[in-house]
């Protein structure tokens, strides 16, 4: 049975350190930098190789800012967790506090990164802003809420990873590639920590409770696919920057449907479909909460 000490324990076999990583990380910006299930997939056929190159080097640069956003939050709510164990379970506090110094580890990680796209290419990317309202926005909702948001994106952070840009590391840059695979082993031992801490919290709820819980997860898929929607529509501008000419309104849309179409699945689909989300979901839920339909309405648009 796992438990908060085993996964210090492997998390501490599996850290790295920031600044050794990153002396060591170069970026070849004649390869693309995401594999094709996260972008690329179908684009429309008048871009040149060029301009899909372009394209995957700005998909790249949100990618690490929507990650950026995402664990503003995760962390926010993992400090806060880690504060109810302090007198009751010193191995859980232990757990949940590697976990959020490790978020805030991949947070400059990604700043990083940001950093070095942007000098390199030479454009002012645009996006979304407000990181910390959004972060006080998804926390107003109750922890277990969050935390079924946070082993979401835990999941999909795996499913990238192995099913993603390990099936084509030939083609995409190394560097880039192991960014997330840093990410991807951390995240490994975050997913059984949320884990934990939702049976823990999900012992001590009534089925009406979670079934409140679930909505307000609902909710929250729903806040964070509004961003991320506005981070497509800016990615479109930046491509169009960093191209140095002007797309027609027709050209516009036909590139950011893709977009969206990859977001979609990209920061949520990913994870709603994931076997690992979905055992745990039919093990704290009761019933037809248990499965990932209930969050679909959150993601119509």
Same mark, same amino acid.
């Given at each position: 049975?796992?438990?908060?000490?085993?996964?210090?324990?492997a998390?501490?076999?599996a850290?790295?350190?920031?600044?050794?990583e990153v002396?060591?990380?170069?970026f070849?910006?004649?390869?693309?930098?995401?594999p094709?299930?996260?972008?690329?997939?179908?684009?429309?056929s008048?871009?040149?190789a060029?301009?899909?190159?372009? %394209?995957?080097?700005?998909r790249a640069y949100?990618?690490?800012?929507c990650?950026?956003?995402?664990?503003?939050f995760?962390?926010?709510e993992t400090?806060?967790?880690?504060?109810?164990?302090?007198?009751?379970?010193r191995?859980?506090m232990?757990?949940?506090l590697?976990?959020?110094?490790?978020?805030?580890?991949?947070?400059?990680?990604?700043?990083?990164?940001?950093?070095?796209?942007?000098?390199?290419?030479? %454009?002012?990317?645009?996006?979304?802003?407000g990181v910390?309202?959004?972060?006080?926005?998804?926390?107003?909702?109750?922890?277990?809420?969050v935390?079924?948001?946070?082993l979401c994106t835990?999941?999909?952070t795996?499913?990238h990873?192995v099913?993603c840009?390990?099936?084509e590391? *030939?083609s995409?840059d190394?560097?880039?590639?192991?960014v997330?695979r840093?990410?991807w082993?951390?995240?490994?031992?975050?997913? *059984? %920590?949320?884990?934990?801490?939702? *049976?823990r919290?999900a012992?001590?709820?009534?089925?009406?409770?979670?079934?409140?819980?679930?909505?307000e997860?609902?909710? %929250?898929?729903?806040?964070?696919?509004?961003?991320?929607?506005?981070q497509d529509?800016?990615d479109?501008?930046?491509?169009?920057?960093?191209?140095?000419?002007?797309?027609?309104p027709?050209e516009k849309?036909?590139?950011?449907a893709v977009?969206r179409?990859?977001?979609?699945?990209?920061?949520?689909?990913s994870?709603?479909?994931?076997?690992a989300? *979905?055992?745990?979901?039919?093990e704290i839920?009761?019933?037809?909460l248990?499965?990932?339909?209930?969050?679909?309405?959150?993601?119509?648009?």
């Open positions: 049975m796992d438990s908060f000490d085993l996964c210090c324990r998390s501490e076999k850290s790295w350190l920031l600044e050794e002396s060591a990380l170069h070849d910006y004649s390869k693309a930098f995401l094709s299930k996260i972008c690329g997939h179908g684009l429309p008048w871009l040149s060029s301009e899909q190159i372009q %394209i995957n080097h700005v949100s990618y690490a800012h990650f950026f956003v995402l664990e503003q995760i962390l926010q400090c806060e967790a880690a504060q109810g164990y302090v007198q009751d379970d191995d859980a232990s757990a949940l590697k976990f959020a110094d490790e978020e805030t580890k991949h947070q400059r990680l990604f700043l990083w990164v940001k950093n070095e796209l942007q000098e390199t290419l030479g %454009i002012d990317f645009q996006v979304v802003d910390n309202k959004l972060a006080d926005d998804v926390c107003g909702h109750c922890s277990f809420a935390f079924l948001v946070t835990e999941w999909l795996q499913r990873y099913e840009f390990q099936e590391n *030939r995409i190394s560097g880039y590639q192991r997330f840093l990410h082993t951390e995240e490994a031992q975050h997913a *059984r %920590i949320d884990a934990l801490h939702l *049976r919290l012992s001590e709820m009534s089925d009406a409770e979670l079934a409140a819980a679930v909505e997860a609902s909710s %929250i898929f729903q806040m964070l696919h509004s961003v991320v929607s506005q529509e800016l479109v501008a930046n491509f169009e920057a960093l191209r140095s000419k002007p797309l027609s027709d849309a036909s590139i950011l977009f179409r990859d977001s979609k699945w990209t920061f949520f689909e994870g709603l479909e994931h076997r989300f *979905r055992l745990i979901c039919e839920l009761p019933g037809a248990a499965q990932e339909g209930v969050f679909q309405h959150a993601l119509a648009n």
